[in-house]
C-alpha cells in the first residue's frame, strides 16, 4: 500500500535528526548544537548554514531535551493586566513577534487587575520553568517576589518594582507626552483643561494624573474644581465621567484622558449630547492604540509604543537569563512617549480663530454646525 506524500513527508521531517543536520551543514554536532542553542559564539557564516541546512530537512529540535541539558526552557511568561483594552492584544502581539525572532516561545496570563490571580500565573509559569516573566501589570505580592529573586529568577516591571538583583524595571516618561499635550492644548489657545484619570490604586494613573497637574502649573494654569476626575480606564468610564463634567456650571474646553479607551467613552458620551469634538470640546487620549486613529473624528493622542514597550521587556529579560547579554548590568529600560496629533483637538471655542474657522467650513459646505 503507498504512503500518502503528505504522511511520507511528516514522517520525513519528524526523523530528521541532530547527525542530519550536521552532515547537511558540513559542520560537527557540537557547532549545531550551539547554533540551535543560540549560543553567540558561534561564526556567523556557520550559523547561517547550520540554520539553513535545519530548514531544508525540517529537523525539529526537541526543546524539552534541551532544557534539560542547558537548564533553559527557551519560554518567556508575560502577564498582561486584560484582553478588553486593545492596548493589550497589541502588546502581546509585538511581544511575541520578538521573542519568536529571538528563538523563544512565549506563555501569556491575564490578571484583570487581580494580585491573587497574578501570583496564581507567576507560579504556574514557574511550574513550566520559564526562563523570565514580563509583569505588564501591578499588585503582584511583595512575599512572592523576594522568594522568585532569592531563586535568581528574572522579573521585569512596568514603572516601578523592589529594588533586587534581578529585577529590571521599564520605566515609561508619561510626564514628557502629557507635558506636550498640555502644551499642544495651550498653543491653540485652550486654557479650561480637565483630566479624566484611570484606577488611582495604579501607578501608571497616578503618574499621568500627576504629570497633568505639573504640565499645567509650568504654564501657570490649574484645574478648576470638579477638572480632574477619577475613571476606570474603560469605554464605560469615560462616559460616566464626561456625564459628570456635563453636570458642571461651566464646561472645559479641553479633556485629556488617562487612556484610549477612557477618551473613546468621552466621544461617544459627547456624541450623544450637542457638544461636538473639537468644535466644542478637544480631547485627547494617551496610548495610540489602532483603533485611535479610526475614530471619528481620528482621536489626538500621547503615543506609548507597544514595539518600543515589547523591545524592551524582550531585551531586559534576556539580559536577565543570558550571561553573555551585551546589557546584562542594566537595570532600568527607557520608554519615550510623544504626542501624535490628529483632529480631535482644536482652537477653543468662542475664539476668533474657531469663529473664523467654523465661518471658513460654512461656507465651503463642509462640516456644517
Not at 511568561?77 to 478588553?84: A, D, M, P, Q, R
Not at 509583569?135 to 516591571?157: A, D, H, N, Y
Amino acid at each position: 500500500m503507498r504512503t500518502p506524500r503528505n504522511q511520507s513527508s511528516k514522517r520525513k521531517r519528524a526523523a530528521a535528526s541532530i547527525r542530519d543536520v550536521a552532515k547537511r551543514a558540513r559542520v560537527s554536532i557540537a557547532t549545531v548544537s550551539r547554533v540551535v542553542n543560540r549560543i553567540s559564539s558561534v561564526d556567523p557564516e556557520l550559523a547561517k548554514r547550520v540554520w539553513k541546512a535545519v530548514d531544508e530537512i525540517g529537523y525539529l529540535p526537541n526543546t524539552q531535551a534541551r532544557a534539560l541539558v542547558s537548564g533553559r526552557s527557551r519560554i518567556l511568561g508575560l502577564i498582561v493586566s486584560e484582553i478588553t483594552n486593545p492596548f493589550f492584544p497589541e502588546l502581546v502581539q509585538e511581544f511575541e513577534n520578538l521573542a519568536v525572532a529571538q528563538g523563544y516561545e512565549v506563555m501569556i496570563g491575564s490578571t484583570n487587575y487581580d494580585p491573587a490571580r497574578t501570583e496564581l500565573l507567576v507560579r504556574r509559569m514557574l511550574q513550566r520553568n520559564v526562563d523570565g516573566v514580563a509583569v505588564m501589570t501591578f499588585g503582584i505580592e511583595e512575599e512572592l517576589v523576594q522568594r522568585l529573586v532569592e531563586s535568581e529568577f528574572p522579573l521585569v516591571f512596568v514603572d516601578a518594582g523592589p529594588d533586587l538583583p534581578n529585577i529590571r524595571i521599564l520605566k515609561v516618561n508619561y510626564e514628557e507626552g502629557i507635558r506636550q499635550a498640555v502644551q499642544h492644548l495651550a498653543a491653540l489657545g485652550h486654557r479650561s483643561m480637565a483630566f479624566i484619570t484611570g484606577p488611582l490604586h495604579l501607578r501608571s494613573a497616578v503618574a499621568r494624573r500627576d504629570a497633568f497637574v505639573k504640565s499645567m502649573k509650568e504654564l501657570g494654569l490649574t484645574a478648576p474644581a470638579g477638572f480632574i476626575v477619577t475613571g476606570t480606564h474603560t469605554m464605560e468610564g469615560g462616559i460616566a465621567a464626561m456625564e459628570r463634567m456635563l453636570a458642571l456650571p461651566e464646561l472645559p474646553t479641553a479633556v485629556l484622558c488617562s487612556n484610549d479607551m477612557t477618551a473613546i467613552g468621552v466621544l461617544h458620551g459627547l456624541y450623544r449630547t450637542t457638544h461636538s469634538v473639537p468644535q466644542e470640546i478637544s480631547v485627547v487620549g494617551f496610548d495610540d492604540i489602532h483603533l485611535a486613529q479610526f475614530m471619528l473624528p481620528p482621536l489626538t493622542t500621547v503615543q506609548m509604543s507597544c514595539r518600543d514597550l515589547a523591545d524592551a521587556a524582550v531585551e531586559a529579560l534576556r539580559a536577565g537569563v543570558e550571561t553573555d547579554h551585551r546589557k546584562a548590568t542594566q537595570k532600568e529600560w527607557p520608554i519615550p512617549t510623544r504626542l501624535v496629533v490628529r483632529q480631535s483637538t482644536a482652537f477653543p471655542r468662542g475664539t476668533l480663530p474657531a469663529l473664523v474657522q467654523k465661518t471658513g467650513r460654512n461656507k465651503s459646505g463642509k462640516n456644517p454646525k
